[in-house]
């Protein structure tokens, strides 16, 4: 879209759209802004994308194929409310093509991609992510590589997208290490990397629906999990946006993340009023095993700056959390929304959530997916050695 540059988060200055994941002057991190003047985001119109591309006007890049993701349901959970004494809702991000809301960065992702006439996409996922940009290539006709720890192999359903899967030892982090080698080597599109500030964008998207989904009337707090970040500051973005557009009546919803016990960058920092600082993750929440956020400064800010928090989970009560909330709900969420649930339940008995707040829960994706290596994965490990992978790649 015209209305939309990139401006750098130290130095502010602004330039076009492009595949860059650095300003070309200071190397600061880069976000997407847009010409605010004259926009409107409400529509009455009946004919508008029912899916998230209905906000096309407040993304950088809109493809072709406007159908999915988003306009996920935002429903009640009247057992909840009543043993909570809130007015709870679920906006259910399962719902989306691949069951959760990496499908919106996925699109996003791809929708700048094509803009940019980028024949192959690479991330880093621990699960979701991978799925959601293998199944949204394949629809488009682009290539994919993927790259996976080696202890966390990806849903099973994303080598039937024909994408190649690189698995990768260690950590997530470790992934994220060579993705950025690469990104060096190939004029590919990385999504945590030349991407990434266009990517994201799809993520604040929930927030806008929110409100939607509310007659524009804002929720008093929205929970969300939170690893990387990303998610946590773009529903702050959206957020932002809807009140500067003066899109929702009310005052900004107080925003709350949730990590896992074994994995809480995030929640240290908040609750010690520090720096960030890179953990080893040790947690079975696949999907939360990020200990060096790449959004973790934006994540803690907006807490912050909503009157939110971050909380830690610990990790013996995850299970029994995740558990507890589909008994409650008929909802099955991952261990990520187990994790957000059982802030929810720390939030009420601190009296941090007040008795008759209307809250809305995020359940980021289902607990419904299989996961493990097919046989079209790599067949040894590969490490940060980039030529190592040139040569399961193919690449000489």
């Given at each position: 879209?015209?209305?939309?540059?990139?401006?750098?988060?130290?130095?502010?200055?602004?330039?076009?759209?492009?595949?860059?994941?650095?300003?070309?002057?200071?190397?600061?991190?880069?976000?997407?802004?847009?010409?605010?003047?004259?926009?409107?985001?409400?529509?009455?119109?009946?004919?508008?994308?029912?899916?998230m591309?209905r906000?096309?006007?407040?993304?950088?890049?809109?493809?072709?194929?406007?159908?999915?993701p988003?306009?996920?349901?935002?429903?009640?959970?009247?057992?909840?409310?009543?043993?909570?004494?809130?007015?709870?809702?679920?906006?259910l991000?399962?719902?989306?093509?691949?069951?959760?809301?990496k499908?919106?960065?996925?699109?996003?992702?791809?929708?700048a991609?094509?803009?940019?006439?980028?024949?192959?996409?690479?991330c880093?996922?621990?699960?979701?992510?991978?799925?959601?940009?293998?199944?949204?290539?394949?629809?488009?006709?682009l290539?994919?590589?993927?790259?996976?720890?080696?202890?966390?192999?990806?849903a099973?359903?994303?080598?039937?997208?024909?994408?190649?899967?690189?698995?990768?030892?260690?950590?997530?982090?470790?992934?994220?290490?060579?993705?950025?080698?690469?990104?060096?080597?190939?004029?590919?599109?990385?999504?945590?990397?030349?991407?990434?500030?266009?990517a994201?964008?799809?993520?604040?998207?929930?927030?806008?629906?929110?409100?939607e989904?509310?007659?524009?009337?804002?929720?008093?707090?929205?929970?969300?999990?939170?690893?990387?970040?990303?998610?946590?500051?773009?529903?702050?973005?959206?957020?932002?946006?809807?009140?500067?557009?003066?899109?929702?009546?009310?005052?900004?919803?107080?925003?709350?993340?949730?990590?896992?016990?074994?994995?809480?960058?995030?929640?240290?920092?908040?609750?010690?009023?520090?720096?960030l600082?890179?953990?080893?993750?040790?947690?079975?929440?696949?999907?939360?095993?990020?200990?060096?956020?790449?959004?973790?400064?934006?994540?803690?800010g907006?807490?912050?700056?909503?009157?939110?928090?971050?909380?830690?989970?610990?990790?013996?009560?995850?299970?029994?959390?995740?558990?507890?909330?589909?008994?409650?709900?008929?909802?099955?969420?991952?261990?990520?929304?187990?994790?957000?649930?059982?802030?929810?339940?720390?939030?009420?008995r601190?009296?941090?959530?007040?008795?008759?707040?209307?809250?809305?829960?995020?359940?980021?994706?289902t607990?419904?997916?299989?996961?493990?290596?097919?046989?079209?994965?790599?067949?040894e490990?590969v490490?940060?050695?980039v030529?190592?992978?040139?040569a399961?790649?193919?690449?000489?």
């Open positions: 879209m015209t209305r939309a540059a990139l401006r750098c988060r130290l130095c502010e200055r602004t330039q076009p759209l492009t595949p860059r994941s650095t300003c070309p002057t200071c190397h600061g991190p880069l976000d997407v802004e847009y010409g605010l003047k004259n926009l409107a985001l409400r529509t009455d119109d009946k004919s508008a994308p029912r899916s591309w906000y096309a006007e407040l993304l950088p890049h809109v493809p072709a194929d406007l159908s999915t988003g306009l996920t349901p935002l429903v009640e959970a009247p057992r909840l409310s009543q043993a909570l004494g809130i007015h709870l809702l679920l906006k991000e399962d719902a989306n093509p691949t069951h959760s809301f499908d919106r960065i996925a699109a996003s992702a791809i929708a991609a094509q803009a940019f006439h980028l024949e192959t996409l690479c880093s996922s621990t699960g979701n992510l991978g799925e959601a940009l293998a199944a949204r290539c394949a629809r488009v006709g290539e994919t590589v993927l790259l996976c720890p080696a202890g966390d192999p990806p099973l359903a994303t080598a039937t997208y024909r994408a190649k899967i690189l698995r990768v030892a260690g950590t997530f982090d470790d992934c994220r290490t060579l993705e950025r080698r690469l990104e060096e080597l190939f004029p590919w599109g990385f999504v945590e990397g030349n991407l990434h500030a266009l994201s964008e799809g993520a604040k998207t929930i927030a806008y629906e929110i409100a989904q509310l007659d524009w009337q804002l929720p008093d707090a929205v929970i969300s999990p939170a690893a990387s970040g990303t998610l946590f500051a773009k529903l702050a973005q959206g957020f932002d946006e809807l009140a500067a557009l003066e899109a929702a009546t009310g005052t900004r919803p107080r925003l709350y993340g949730a990590q896992a016990g074994g994995c809480p960058p995030l929640a240290t920092a908040w609750a010690d009023d520090r720096p600082s890179k953990v080893l993750p040790d947690t079975e929440v696949r999907s939360l095993a990020i200990g060096d956020p790449a959004y973790g400064e934006l994540a803690v907006a807490a912050r700056m909503s009157g939110g928090a971050i909380y830690a989970v610990p990790e013996e009560e995850i299970a029994d959390s995740t558990s507890f909330f589909a008994q409650m709900t008929g909802v099955h969420a991952d261990s990520a929304g187990g994790v957000a649930f059982g802030a929810l339940l720390e939030l009420v601190s009296g941090d959530i007040a008795p008759g707040e209307r809250v809305v829960l995020v359940v980021t994706g607990g419904l997916k299989p996961y493990g290596y097919d046989v079209d994965c790599s067949p490990e490490t940060s050695d030529d190592g992978v040139l399961v790649l193919g690449v000489s």
